[in-house]
C-alpha cells in the first residue's frame, strides 16, 4: 500500500517535486520574509529592553533612546516593561505565523487567500498581549498572578504566551464577554427576544 500519511504530508512515499508554482513561491517568500523581518525586529527592541531593565536593582539615572523616544531610567521602567509585553506578543505571533506557514505549505493547505491573517496575526498577537495583561494587572482577570508584571521575564514571558495564543485567548475573551453582558439578540437578564420562548405548546 502506497504511504500517504501525514508523516510524509498527504504525499506519495519519493514524491518530492513542489505543489506550487513560481507566483505562489513569490507570495510565500514575501510572507515569510514579512514575518521573520517582524520576528527579529521585536526581538532586538525586548534586548536593548532587557539590557536596561532585567537587572534586579534599577541602574543609575541615565537617558536612552528607542526608536527614537527618549526614555530616562528609571523613571520609566514601568513603560519599558509594558514595551516588553507588546514586544513579545508580537514575537509569540509571529512565531504562530511561522508555525502555520511552513504547515500549511508543507502540508498542501496555503493559499493566496490567507496573507491577510498572516500580515495581521503578529499585530493582532501584541495589541492582545498588551491588553490582556492590563486586564490582569488591574485585577479584572485572574489568569495568572500580576506580579509576574513588575520584572522583565515575567512580563516578556507573559506577552509571548498571549501572543502565540491569541486566537485561543479572544475566543476566550468572547465566550467571558458573552456570559457578562450577552448578546445583541439575547442580552444579559432578559427572557428571550423570541415571542413564546421557553413555553411549549398546549
Known amino acids: ?44 527592541g525586548l534586548t536593548w529592553i532587557g539590557y536596561h531593565v532585567a537587572p534586579p536593582s534599577p541602574a543609575d539615572h541615565q537617558t536612552m533612546t528607542l526608536l527614537g523616544i527618549p526614555f ?29 506557514l511552513y504547515h500549511s505549505v508543507a502540508k498542501g493547505l496555503w493559499n493566496r487567500d490567507r496573507v491577510l491573517w498572516r500580515l495581521i496575526v503578529p499585530i493582532l498577537s501584541g495589541s492582545v498581549a498588551v491588553f490582556v495583561s492590563m486586564l490582569v494587572a488591574s485585577g479584572i482577570l485572574s489568569l495568572i498572578d500580576a506580579k509576574f508584571f513588575s520584572n522583565f521575564y515575567g512580563a516578556a514571558g507573559a506577552g509571548w504566551l498571549v501572543g502565540y495564543f491569541s486566537d485561543n485567548v479572544l475566543a476566550s475573551l468572547q465566550k467571558l464577554a ?11 437578564g432578559s427572557t428571550g427576544t423570541i415571542p413564546g420562548a421557553g413555553q411549549r405548546d398546549a
Open 178 to 188: 458573552h456570559k457578562w453582558f450577552g448578546t445583541v439578540d439575547d442580552p444579559k
Open 1 to 44: 500500500m502506497i504511504e500517504t500519511d501525514n508523516r510524509l504530508d498527504h504525499r506519495q512515499f519519493g514524491q518530492w517535486a513542489s505543489r506550487y508554482g513560481r507566483s505562489a513561491w513569490v507570495q510565500i517568500g514575501i510572507e515569510f520574509s514579512y514575518l521573520v523581518l517582524i520576528l527579529f525586529a521585536c526581538t532586538a
Open 72 to 100: 530616562d531610567y528609571p523613571k520609566d521602567r514601568n513603560f519599558l516593561l509594558w514595551m516588553s509585553v507588546g514586544f513579545s506578543g508580537i514575537v509569540g505571533g509571529s512565531c504562530f505565523a511561522l508555525k502555520w
